[in-house]
């Protein structure tokens, strides 16, 4: 059954929660990482994630933002 709403994967989603989405330049200006509901879903959703979408956002966060702090709670 289709809903007609555009849907993401849910390590996506938390990519982009993230900061996956700002440049190089917005990145050096930006001073939060992340806002508050945003850390509270990617704690909501880690367990329900894949190990293979674990691998995937540690991998892809990694590159953009190795200091970023979900990045310990993906290495498992």
Known sequence: M???VP???AEVVL????????????MRTTERLFRDRD?????ALLPT???GQCLWLRESLGKI???HPWLVHLDS
């Open 65 to 67: 933002r190795p200091e």
């Open 49 to 51: 994630l894949s190990e």
């Open 39 to 43: 850390e509270q879903d990617f704690f």
């Open 15 to 26: 990519f982009f929660k993230a900061g996956g989405d700002l440049s190089v330049r917005d």
């Open 2 to 4: 289709s809903w007609g």
């Open 7 to 9: 849907t993401a994967a």
